[in-house]
């Protein structure tokens, strides 16, 4: 019987919340029993607070996900590699807010902010923003060495797990990269669209979807046709599922968000959307838009009518057809490669298409 897509995401996102839940209460017993109650309370307590948070679960789900659609069939093993993807996650979520000088992170503080809160209450010494980030930074490497860990002593052939952190090592430096990117499209007067696109690439589309996916299929035994193949669909709907969460950024709700709608126009990130506004929108509100462009201190009205420049410059509209664009060829990939994996793991990566899709009905 033909399970709905969403359905089956669910079903992942419980199998590795109920994971996760297991091995932190393993990681604070050896935590505490090996290094104390200060490294519990700050670095270990903090990246499994960052862990629990949950979200989605997208890119775990999609290891698993490519994992059975190439036969595997070993279930605690390739929840062990999703649990490791989503602690790299973790990892990341830690970092970009630090860069992003985000304080919120799915509805809770930051790990940073978290630190510093620790860092007033314990009256310790010293600068308490300092002491946030450098320990929320700590908590963040150790949590990406335990996950590199787990990944390299997978129940899976030797050669299997080498090729798995050989593709995961490559895609986080890739990533890195897409970050550095898209710091400077935010300082710079105005990023060039080739810049927002090679964002787009290295920075969601390998690391939210491609990477993932081939990690779970390598795993799996899955050869280089089979993971080339699979690289297409994660290129677009990488790319689509970036351009709607910049939409969500500026015109999606807190709760839905689990951050600060206008954090994007405050931190002055280089978006299709702000750029496709820049050159389209009329000489005041350009003006306007440019000055808000990287303002920390942007209020409610300001950014509210940041949001009317957008719109009415086309640039949410643009946005809106290059998602379907994008969602209409990672569908295709799919039709392209049919006869590589079983036809439920193509079902569930049209679903989540069009799930994504209808994020922006």
Not at 164 to 184: E, N, P, W
Not at 194 to 211: H, Q
Not at 237 to 244: R, S, Y
């Amino acid at each position: 019987m033909r399970q709905e897509p969403l359905a089956k995401l669910a079903e992942y996102k419980q199998a590795i919340d109920a994971d996760i839940e297991v091995y932190a209460d393993q990681v604070r017993k050896s935590t505490l029993e090996n290094y104390g109650q200060y490294v519990l309370d700050t670095e270990t307590d903090v990246f499994l607070d960052m862990l629990s948070r949950g979200g989605k679960r997208i890119r775990g789900a999609l290891v698993m996900a490519g994992y059975e659609m190439c036969g595997g069939t070993n279930q605690k093993m390739i929840l062990q590699a999703a649990r490791a993807i989503e602690m790299l996650h973790a990892h990341v979520l830690i970092i970009d807010d630090i860069q992003d000088c985000s304080t919120l992170r799915r509805g809770k503080s930051s790990a940073h902010v978290m630190m510093a809160d620790y860092h007033r209450k314990h009256k310790l010494k010293g600068d308490p923003t300092h002491s946030g980030i450098s320990m929320a930074l700590n908590a963040s490497l150790s949590g990406s060495q335990a996950a590199m860990g787990i990944l390299a002593n997978l129940d899976a052939d030797p050669q299997l797990r080498l090729n798995v952190l050989s593709i995961v090592s490559r895609t986080l430096t890739i990533t890195a990269h897409g970050q550095t990117l898209d710091i400077m499209n935010g300082l710079v007067e105005e990023p060039s669209e080739a810049d927002i696109e090679r964002v787009l690439e290295w920075k969601t589309a390998l690391y939210t979807v491609i990477n993932p996916l081939h990690v779970g299929m390598v795993l799996a035994g899955a050869g280089c046709e089979v993971t080339d193949a699979i690289t297409s669909y994660g290129q677009h709907a990488g790319k689509a599922f970036q351009i709607t969460d910049d939409i969500l950024g500026i015109y999606g709700e807190e709760q839905e968000l689990g951050k600060t709608p206008g954090d994007d126009i405050r931190e002055g990130k280089g978006t299709l959307l702000v750029l496709y506004a820049l050159k389209k929108a009329k000489p005041s509100d350009r003006a306007f838009l440019k000055k808000c462009l990287g303002n920390p201190k942007l209020n409610l009205k300001g950014f509210e009518e940041c949001r009317g420049i957008i719109k009415r410059s086309g640039a949410l509209s643009n946005a809106q057809k290059i998602v379907g664009k994008e969602l209409q060829q990672a569908l295709i990939s799919l039709d392209k490669a049919k006869g590589l994996w079983s036809q439920e793991g193509s079902d569930f990566l049209k679903g989540l298409a069009e799930a994504l899709r209808n994020r922006l009905s």
